[in-house]
């Protein structure tokens, strides 16, 4: 019998080895090794060795999760190495879902996509949110600009709410923590950020987003708009015991995409050659008796104290004369002689251009980012410890942020059944001058980017602006609008600097082995100090400067208690699930105090305040409880059937609805399992389904009337009726989703496809309707109003090339479309409000169109689309209301990512975008009517004066309005001039042209689409035997690493040229609207990463 | 077993817990910022400020009407001079009326009630007339009888303007009766306006009630004259202002936030200056309050105004008359809502008109009003015997009423919503259209202001037969008491 059986085992031979990983060359322990067509298999131990008997002609194969699995034929070898290569398709085989608990991502009904940590952190943006552009499918983000320290902001499927933000809820680690945020607004203010953006993402582990209403029930309340998950990093899974890790990064900022400018005339009225030739014509002379040189000085630019003292150099705008062509005249910048009487004469200078002054205004911005991890683990403890900073110098001048944070984990576990985790993270995010935005004169954009003299010599501005002019006012290229753009980031500065402490404790116990219950204790806490300077002599400051500071504090508190099951029935079925309950308290303190003018000059202190200072505070309070529970049925590993119930209770409604639940239901079939449909080509296959109900409740004390009341009038507190009328018999918001998708893999998982229908419909919105203000109030708070968000994600992963030790190359396209339709509003309501702009432009909901309609005045055209002209004037005829000129809502938003690897080498780039989504800018409606934007200058157009339909609009043509015998414009009965038959031959000069433009909104319509390369990578890994001579390290790699690198294409309605990512804050009340937005960065630095 | 209902009661207990949690949630969502009433003292004062901070400052006052009526210009940016006007600014106002009327409807109701102070019912009925009589002047037809009433009317319908004049009378004459001198409804230094001098604001109400009948009289001379001859028939009963220390100025605190708009305006811009057409006038007549209402011009010390809706560019600033320091470069300025010089032109007219002013003549009430005007700035009377001595000054009361309505013009400066409803009412002085207006083919200034946005797009059907026959946003449509003919 021995023998008998040493000759049947004796045909096998002992196999053993290692298996690593093929990028950082650690070993894998638990790594599966079967004999392929056998039971029979073992697998790698703590050092990732096996040893494994096996017949000399057989094959093994080596699986792992994340890892792709390796068949290698044994050949008769008896030692075999081998490295396993991350499988992109299933390296997301887990994932985080609600409450932290990881699922495999087959048993899901609902679509949730995964961000690994090192695709956030390898390029790390200054904003965590910036960093998920182009990555995940169904996500929109938009920077808000390039300044240091501005929002982004975050929409999942959709906008699907009238008056909340739209954003999703953030947890991390477990624990939901604010994205408070205060972007700037269209008419001023400071961007002071989104609060998500004080996580650093060198802690990040993974982040999950929760995409549908499936996916986000069990959140409640706040996760309507879906939910950001962020794990960080917990080094317990690693078997070291212990580590330290250092990554640095330098990364140089310098501007890009700045608006398209005319180089050809200067500051000033009247100076075209056109006009100049009408007035020879006009007063009888020839150009030898009246030069275009003395034109040019009398009516067109002329310097004396930039406030109308001169010719025309009070104005902020570039109609004056010809640049370049040898004229001399009187300029701010121009040596000047005394008078008699102290006061200055200026010498003509050449005229010339300047034509990159508004990009000479900003400087080389740089951040230096530094982050030091230890970790280490026992058998019973883990622990973590990390600290980094980062700085970062603003491409405006004078402009700062530095983020210094300290995240903390550690957890112990005594005994098997009693495990302990506490996370910790502390923040400190400052910033002694933050750029101002929206239309205001801290905006330095407003001038040097709209309203200016294209002439100017920023140099000039720079070497002199803490300098005084012969008048003894600081030095400036115009002394009627604007302050010196120095002055502004030098003296008129805005601050803020927020502490932030938060985290967790969370204590789980074993009560059997298919029972825990788990018990969470969780805050953020932060508290926010801002304060706004005017300078004393600035443009707008009274006496002595202004000033204005705030103290915000905010705190939310959460705590949970949830029991987790999870029980096998037969091998069949398992299920498991939870039930529990949360607690939510949110508070938050605010208070303010203001100085419009000051007694001593630039002393900015509230007791040295002129007249009264203006105070301000604002504290609210609000509660939830709930209690939950979640249910998976998995039948074979292959049908599962997931549910979930939640009620809220939420303070902020009345008594009769404080109480709402909602659900949701979701099922997945991976059918390649259940029919054996595995073979090489088809390696996975799935289908999936899910329907829930989420609610939303509303912010606090919007159910009772109250007063308002302004800062007192002499003494006397004013007080008026609050302007929204509430309603008693508020309910909550509900949210209906329908979801499906499938999920297929080929050729050994080298091509993934998932896909995704969503279908979301969001009812009973809180909204405060505009209602006419005839009825004294001029919104009403109801429930009301459908939105229906529909659409499609795709997600496609390929290995391209696949060749252990050659060339790698991946691919991950995400796409996605979403259509926002508005079906209904209230009653016979016919459109909502969502923002607006300038003159009649509105950005509205309109029932039976997608979200976001803008509207404006129009032009008014005849059945070919020609422009119908005015023969009295040679001007546009206007709509006489405000008609659909654009809508907000893109296309689509996709990005791609490619990976390539060699050996040590790896590089990566993703380039993302959108496609439609328009945009009312106000860069490009006033750079006409102030004649510094390009298309004011195009052709000939200032020497010959125009023809509507011929010089500019020629794409359209030009007819004139219909006129009765006498002359007099027909209208039709709705007041629309009627189009006549004869073209427009009518010509006027541009600047008449130009100034016209402000008032038909439609002009100023952008098509928002762009492709932009968004992020290249270039890693270099050093070669163990080099680390190993360096001693010190375990490994060192170092990367060149770039973010928004190239605007690769706008479409041609954007001729301004301005980059259409635009927003303000994170709020709704920008959407589709720009208005001298801060100019973005491209990023190009260095990081290195050392691990001892 | 055991274990599960162990389990189960946990879960229960913990639902319970939750439940029992929601106890406090009444005191939670109670706004700790802000009141459920407030003290109708100080409502009314918000709206007196309100509404006076929104219809005088230059977006309500200098860039539109005091530009409509040639007072005043704008010098850069000349957009809304020549009715490039923009769409928030009437929206801004069109809510400042109705808003703030809604406030006084609420004082109204709750002062009226047992308990409550007729003074403060009688302040807010006399401040919701003038702001309804502001805001139909602008728009003409408005919503009146079904505004002001939400949540019962959401979409309030459009009254006549005639019918609103018509109520705006009889409100005037019941409000008249609220006054009480009894020291327990004293308002005190919480109004505004008078600093609880009742009396004043009973003369305000009476000849708030003048300027109404006056404006009224070409369209309907019945209704003017009942009302006029009731309240000079008895002084005593109808008591109206009767010295320039009783104008109805809103005095600023000249502190920030609270400065006199104009004044405000020029801290951080030069767009306005003085219009050629009452400069021109004030020249011919050798004025003694020129220099008061204009400064001379920078480049030469001439005074000069500026043609209305000038041309961009067409002129040198340097060369245009700024407007004069009492208007534009006081903090703790005024903003003038009635003037005792107004009541005596009315009274005037009315002579002439041939109702029963008490014994009063034309001629002696329109010297008064010249003199009530002169003195208000201080001119000597050596100076305006003189200035009214001049045979273009000098009146007998009757004929042709064109020395009184230039009188009367001259008179209102800086109070553009009556000086532009002058305008139109009596064609003088007679005003072509802007010189660079966007729209072309009128003989008139505007004759109406535009209908905000927000009133077309969400209550279009009421507004909609209001709209009929409006041309160019600001003409089409006359007053109802603009009975001018062959203007356009």
Not at chain 1, 315 to 321: A, F, L, N, V
């Amino acid at each position: 019998m021995l023998l008998i059986g040493s000759t049947l085992w004796g045909q096998e031979i002992r196999v053993t080895g290692k298996v690593t990983d093929f990028n950082d060359g650690s070993t894998l322990p638990g790594v599966t090794i079967l004999v392929k067509g056998t039971t029979q298999g073992t697998i790698t131990d703590a050092n990732g060795n096996y040893s494994i008997s096996v017949n000399p002609n057989g094959t093994l194969v080596y699986s792992f999760l994340g890892m792709t699995t390796e068949e290698v034929p044994v050949q008769g070898r008896t030692t075999i190495n081998i490295e396993l290569m991350p499988d992109i398709a299933t390296l997301q085989e887990l994932v985080v879902t609600a409450y932290g608990i990881s699922r495999e991502k087959k048993s899901l009904g609902y679509s949730a996509q995964d961000v690994l940590g090192e695709s956030i952190s390898e390029i790390k943006s200054q904003n965590l949110i910036s960093s998920l552009s182009g990555k995940v499918a169904g996500v929109q983000i938009t920077t808000a600009s390039g300044a240091v320290g501005s929002s982004a902001r975050i929409t999942i499927r959709g906008n699907s709410s009238f008056t909340n933000n739209n954003q999703p809820l953030f947890v991390v680690d477990g624990t939901p923590i604010s994205n408070f945020s205060t972007g700037a607004s269209q008419w001023g203010g400071a961007d002071f950020g989104n609060a998500a953006m004080d996580i650093d993402p060198a802690n990040i582990e993974s982040i999950t987003v929760l995409k549908g209403g499936a996916a986000s029930a069990l959140y409640g309340q706040y996760a309507a708009n879906g939910v950001i998950l962020i794990t960080t990093k917990d080094r317990s899974k690693k078997s070291e015991p212990m580590g330290v890790n250092i990554s640095s990064s330098v990364t140089f900022d310098e501007v890009y995409i700045l608006a398209n400018m005319q180089n050809k005339y200067g500051q000033g009225y009247n100076g075209g050659e056109y006009e100049y030739r009408l007035y020879l014509q006009n007063n009888g002379l020839t150009e030898a008796e009246y030069s275009y040189q003395q034109y040019a000085l009398d009516r067109g630019f002329r310097y004396y104290n930039g406030l109308g003292g001169g010719k025309n150099d009070g104005t902020d705008e570039s109609w004056g004369p010809r640049l370049d062509i040898g004229l001399n005249l009187p300029q701010f910048n121009s040596p000047y002689t005394l008078d008699a009487s102290g006061l200055p004469i200026y010498e003509a200078t050449p005229w010339v251009s300047n034509p990159s002054n508004t990009k000479d205004f900003f400087q080389t911005g740089i951040t230096y980012d530094n982050t030091i991890e230890i970790y280490g683990s026992t058998d019973i403890s883990t622990t973590r410890l990390s600290v980094s900073n980062m700085n970062v110098k603003g491409t405006i001048p004078n402009t700062d942020l530095t983020r210094n944070s300290v995240n903390f984990s550690g957890s112990i576990s005594p005994s098997k059944k009693f495990n302990t985790r506490v996370v910790m993270n502390y923040v400190n995010n400052n910033s002694d001058n933050l750029p101002g935005g929206g239309y205001d004169e801290n905006n330095v954009m407003q001038s040097i980017g709209g309203w200016f003299g294209r002439q100017v010599d920023m140099n000039a501005l720079k070497e002199n602006w803490d300098k005084d002019d012969p008048f003894g006012r600081p030095y400036n290229w115009n002394q009627s609008y604007f302050n010196n753009p120095y002055w502004v980031v030098n003296k008129n500065t805005i601050s803020r600097n927020r502490d932030r402490v938060f985290g967790n404790i969370t204590m789980t116990y074993n009560l059997t082995k298919w029972l825990s219950v788990m018990g969470r204790v969780g805050n953020d806490y932060f508290t926010e100090f801002r304060k706004g300077v005017i300078a004393n002599r600035s443009i707008a400051s009274t006496y002595g400067g202004s000033f204005w500071q705030s103290n915000r504090e905010m705190n939310e508190f959460n705590a949970d208690l949830i029991f987790n099951f999870d029980y096998k029935f037969t091998d069949d079925i398992r299920v498991d699930g939870l039930v529990g309950g949360n607690y939510m308290d949110r508070s938050f303190k605010s208070s303010s105090l203001e100085a419009q003018e000051l007694t001593v000059p630039d002393l900015y202190t509230i007791g040295n305040v002129r007249g009264n200072p203006l105070t301000g505070m604002y504290n609210y309070n609000m509660v939830s409880n709930s209690v939950f529970g979640a249910i998976n049925t998995s039948f074979r590993n292959y049908v599962f059937l997931n549910g979930t119930y939640r009620v809220d209770w939420s303070s902020t409604l009345p008594q009769e609805s404080w109480a709402y639940p909602y659900y949701s239901i979701g099922a997945s079939f991976v059918f390649s399992e259940a029919f054996k449909l595995e073979s090489n080509s088809f390696s996975f296959g799935r289908i999936r389904a899910s329907y829930a109900k989420t609610g939303m409740a509303t912010s606090p004390y919007r159910i009772h009337p109250t007063y308002r009341n302004r800062d007192p009038y002499a003494g006397n507190t004013l007080f008026f009726i609050s302007r929204e009328y509430p309603v008693s018999n508020l309910v909550n918001e509900d949210m209906y989703t329908y979801e499906g998708g499938f999920e297929l893999s080929f050729f050994n998982n080298r091509l993934g496809i998932d896909a995704t229908y969503f279908d979301n419909t969001t009812v009973n919105q809180l909204i405060g309707v505009n209602v006419p203000s005839s009825t004294g109030f001029n919104s009403m708070l109801i429930n009301a109003g459908e939105i229906q968000n529909t659409g499609y994600e795709l997600l496609l992963r390929l290995g391209i090339l696949r060749k252990s030790g050659g060339l790698n190359w991946d691919m991950v396209v995400n796409w996605s479309k979403s259509k926002d339709m508005v079906n209904e509003l209230y009653g016979d309501l016919e459109r909502y409000q969502i923002s607006r702009s300038w003159g009649a432009v509105t950005i509205d909901a309109i029932p039976g169109e997608a979200y976001g309609v803008i509207r404006g005045i129009g032009y008014i055209r005849d059945d070919q689309g020609r422009v119908v002209i005015n023969p009295n004037t040679g001007l546009p005829m206007r709509t006489p209301i405000p008609v659909e000129i654009g809508n907000i809502t893109p296309d689509w938003v996709g990005g791609v990512t490619n990976t390539f690897s060699y050996k040590n080498v790896n590089f990566s780039f993703l380039i993302d975008g959108r496609k439609g989504g328009d945009i009312f800018s106000v860069t490009k409606m006033f750079g006409a009517y102030a004649g510094v934007s390009a298309e004011t200058a195009e052709g000939d157009i200032r020497e010959n004066g125009l023809i509507i339909g011929q010089d500019v609009l020629s794409e359209w043509g030009a007819v004139f309005a219909a006129t009765n015998e006498s002359g007099v414009i027909l209208y039709d009965e709705d007041g629309f001039a009627i189009a006549g038959t004869e073209e427009n031959d009518y010509r006027i000069s541009a600047q008449k042209y130009f100034a016209d433009y402000y008032g038909i909104h439609e002009a100023s319509i952008i098509d928002g689409s762009f492709i932009k390369l968004r992020e290249v990578a270039l890693g270099y890994t050093l070669p163990k035997s080099l680390v190993n001579r360096v001693g010190f390290a375990k490994s060192i790699s170092i990367s060149l690493i770039g973010r928004n690198l190239a605007l690769l294409y706008t479409d041609k309605s954007n001729n301004i040229g301005i980059d259409t990512e635009t927003a303000f804050g994170i709020g709704n009340d920008g959407l589709g609207l720009e208005q001298y937005q801060l100019p973005p960065a491209r990023s190009i630095g260095f990081r290195i990463n050392i691990s001892l | 077993m055991k274990k599960k209902i162990i389990i189960l009661s946990i879960i229960a207990g913990f639902a319970l817990v939750f439940y029992s949690c929601t106890k406090n949630f009444e005191e939670i969502n109670t706004d700790p910022n802000n009141p459920l009433d407030a003290p109708s003292a100080n409502v009314m004062a918000h709206a007196i400020f309100n509404f006076t901070w929104n219809y005088f400052d230059p977006w309500g006052d200098m860039n539109e009407p005091s530009s409509y009526s040639g007072q005043i210009t704008k010098i850069q940016y000349i957009d809304e001079a020549r009715y490039q006007y923009r769409e928030s600014v009437v929206n801004m106002l069109w809510r400042a009326s109705y808003n703030n009327i809604n406030d006084m409807e609420k004082v109204i109701v709750k002062e009226s009630l047992e308990g409550g102070n007729p003074n403060l019912v009688g302040m807010a009925m006399v401040w919701r007339a003038y702001m309804y009589l502001v805001t139909t002047d602008r728009w003409k037809d408005i919503p009146y009888s079904e505004a002001c009433r939400l949540p019962e009317i959401t979409l309030p319908k459009y009254d006549s303007q005639e019918s609103i004049y018509n109520d705006l009378l009889l409100q005037l004459k019941d409000a008249n009766e609220f006054f009480t001198t009894a020291a327990a409804y004293n308002v005190g230094s919480t109004d505004i306006l008078f600093a609880g001098n009742v009396t004043k604001w009973k003369k305000f109400c009476n000849s708030l009630r003048l300027r109404i009948a006056i404006r009224a009289s070409s369209a309907d001379s019945n209704l003017a004259k009942q009302h006029i001859e009731e309240i000079l028939g008895d002084s005593s009963k109808y008591p109206i202002l009767s010295s320039n220390a009783e104008n109805v100025f809103l005095w600023w605190p000249g502190t920030q936030p609270y400065v006199e708009p104009w004044q405000q305006d020029r801290n951080t811009r030069d767009d306005h200056a003085m219009c050629e057409t009452l400069i021109d006038m004030l020249l011919d007549l050798n004025d003694p309050r020129l220099p008061i209402y204009a400064k001379p011009a920078q480049s030469d010390g001439q005074y000069r105004g500026l043609v209305h809706g000038a041309t961009p560019g067409s002129f040198d600033r340097k060369d245009i008359s700024r407007i004069g320091s009492i208007f534009r470069d006081n903090p703790a300025g005024f903003s003038p809502i009635m003037r005792y010089s107004e009541v005596l032109f009315i009274i005037a007219e009315a002579a002439h008109k041939g109702y029963n002013t008490g014994g009063v003549t034309a001629a002696q009430a329109y010297e008064a009003g010249v003199i009530a005007s002169m003195t208000e700035y201080a001119v000597v009377a050596a100076d305006y015997d003189a200035y009214l001595a001049q045979a273009d000054v000098n009146w007998d009361g009757t004929g042709s009423l064109v020395k009184l309505y230039q009188q009367k013009y001259i008179s209102l400066v800086k109070n553009g919503q009556e000086a532009w409803a002058e305008t139109r009412r009596t064609d003088f002085p007679l005003m072509g259209p802007a010189q660079a207006s966007v729209y072309q083919g009128h003989n008139r200034q505007p004759f109406r202001y535009p209908y905000p946005t927000d009133e077309i797009n969400l209550n279009f059907d009421n507004i909609e037969p209001a709209m009929s026959g409006i041309v160019d946003q600001f003409w089409g449509q006359q007053m109802w008491w603009d009975k001018r003919t062959g203007v356009n």
